[in-house]
């Protein structure tokens, strides 16, 4: 990941626009700025959300409230709470996919 060139920035993360991403069960706000190749997300999970599919992206994502329950497809399972992170290539079988029992805010930049 390079950022490219930009004046310091300071975001105000509630005056972002808000888009709604569907999950299986659940729903999903996103709160994304780009920048350049790298897109930098709020993303809100309301309690009983499951994604709808596997992810192969890489991310650095970082719990700022709630609780996140993150699968792989090869069957392991994370659950972290606020305070804790997890960061994934966009190499390897880590395709991933994220549930929440509570609800979770989270901080991910990919």
Not at 34 to 41: E, S
Request: proline fraction near 5%; charge should be negative.
């Amino acid at each position: 990941m390079k950022l490219p060139a930009l004046p310091f920035t300071v975001t105000d993360w509630d005056a972002v626009p808000v888009t709604e991403h569907p999950g299986e069960t659940g729903v999903a706000h996103w709160r994304t700025l780009n920048v350049g190749d790298v897109r930098i997300r709020r993303v809100d999970y309301s309690p009983g959300y499951l994604a709808d599919h596997w992810c192969d992206r890489g991310h650095i994502l970082f719990v700022l409230e709630g609780e996140l329950e993150t699968e792989l497809k090869d069957g392991r399972r994370f659950t972290l709470r606020a305070g804790q992170s997890y960061e994934v290539s966009d190499f390897g079988d880590a395709a991933h996919r994220s549930a929440t029992r509570t609800g979770a805010k989270l901080f991910i930049v990919d």
